[in-house]
Structures are given as C-alpha cells and as structure tokens.
C-alpha cells in the first residue's frame, strides 16, 4: 500500500513566486495545490509542467475575498487530498499607488481583506488542525511595505504591516506547539511577468535589461528559500526572512532600485 504524498497549498499560484514554490514541492515528492483568483489556463498550464515533470498537482480558481472560500479550500483538500503538511500565502494586496483623496474605503478594506484577513482566515481554519497533527509549516510572502510606509501605499502597508505582526502573533501562539510560520520580506523585484510584470507593462523587458543578470530576484530561488524554511528542524526555525538582490540596498536605507520609486516595489 502506498504512503499518500504530503500536501503543500499554495494560495496565489501564478507564473512568479506561487508557481515555482509549487513546481518545487511537487518536485520533492509533495502533492501541490495551486489555487489563484483567475487565468483558468494558466492555472492549468502549471499543473500540466508538474505532471509532466513527474510531480502530483491540482488546481483550482479562489475569490479570496469572498467569504469562506478559503475555508472551504482548505476543507476540499485535506477531504479529498489529503492533510496539508505546508500552505504558502502569497497573494498580493498591491491596489496601485494612490493618495489618501483616491483611496475609497471599499478600496482600502479589499487590500486589508487580501492582506490581512485571508491570513487570518487560513490559520484559523488550518493551524487548530496542524496543532492536533503536532506539526505544520505556513510560509508567508510579504513586502518591503510591511516595514515601511510609503505615500500612496496606504492600502498596501497598512495589509502588510498588519501581516507581518499577525505572522508574530500566530508564533508566540502556534510554534510551542509545533507549527512553524514563516514571514518572508521580499524586498525587491522579482522576475514575474503576472506581477511585476504587469505593472510595468511594455516596460518590463527593459527594466530586466537594465537591472543586469543580478539585479532581479528570481523566483525559482525564492522557492528554494521557501523550501528550506519548510523543513527547517525545529530547534534552528527562522521566523522572520528578508530576500533581496545583492546589489540592492536593503529597505532600511530607503533606496530603490535603479529606474523605480519606492512605491513601486513595496
């Protein structure tokens, strides 16, 4: 009789960071569950490389803003699938750079309800589960936005920084009893078209041309960190992890990377 593959849960799974974590667990023997807000083909694109590649995959379309729809994922999954070893969080909350005038409060409330409340959501329906199974990873991506304020991103920051202090209390809570979760700062460009990609528009090629071989973060190493972390032994967990270029200067020092504002990466 076989062992059933353990479940990695990527909510946010498109073409950057969300589907190489997913090709990268399915790679290391888990079952990937990608769900993402839309792009039905492309969802199915993905799932189709890790097949092809040898790896077990699933995928779904997820409105996380709409209530329950999380909870009823994590359900489907773990009925149907199997127990959740591991769920990265990585959707975005970025409403576009706007001041506190063009911010109206349904705007603000959805980069909150992205942000914020979909983590919240998660952990409340997964971890009492992981804690009864004594082990569980949430990895969790985040932003230089989480750390710093900038003008036009209210929003964004305040989704943000309201995720990274969840991330601290979801710790002090869960890791005594054996769930880890991981905050990850990505405090830098990274290299997806569906993203990045799409805010710079036309201008994307260009901007990779312009930041040099090391000067974009690629996404398929940001999988491997995520890799990592999940299987961390527990008296050596990092809670916290902060991922940039090396050419870049780190968000405390307040400098963007060549050719954008602040605003535009955090």
């Known amino acids: 009789m076989s062992v059933p593959s353990p479940v990695c849960l990527v909510i946010g799974a498109g073409a950057g960071i969300g589907g190489h974590v997913a090709q990268r667990f399915a790679g290391g023997g888990y079952h990937a569950v990608l769900a993402r807000r839309s792009d039905e083909a492309g969802l199915a694109k993905l799932v189709r490389q890790i097949e092809d590649a040898g ?52 705007t603000f409330e959805l980069g909150w309800r992205l942000g914020t409340f979909g983590l919240f959501r998660l952990a409340h329906i997964l971890a009492p589960r992981m804690v009864e199974r004594g082990a569980g990873t949430i990895l969790v991506t985040s932003a230089t936005a989480a750390v710093r304020g900038n003008a036009g991103q209210h929003s964004h920051a305040a989704a943000m920084g309201g995720r990274r202090m969840l991330c601290q209390t979801l710790n002090a809570e869960l890791a005594p009893q054996g769930v880890h979760v991981a905050h990850v700062v990505v405090d830098g460009p990274v290299d997806a078209p569906d993203t990045l990609g799409r805010m710079l528009g036309e201008n994307f090629e260009a901007y990779k041309l312009a930041q040099g071989e090391d000067g974009m973060i690629d996404p398929a190493a940001i999988a491997e960190t995520y890799w990592h972390l999940a299987h961390q032994p527990r008296n050596c967990w990092s809670h916290e992890v902060d991922i940039r270029p090396f050419s870049n200067t780190a968000w405390w020092n307040d400098s963007p990377p060549p050719g954008l504002s602040a605003k535009d990466v955090t």
Do not use: M
Request: glycine share 16%; hydrophobic share 40%.
């Open 55 to 106: 790896g077990e995959a699933s995928g779904t379309l997820l409105d996380a803003a709409a209530d329950g729809t999380i909870e009823d994922l994590v359900g489907w999954v773990e009925s149907d699938i199997g127990p959740i070893s591991c769920a990265l969080y990585n959707l975005g909350a970025q409403i576009g750079n706007r001041v506190l005038g063009d911010t109206p409060h349904r």
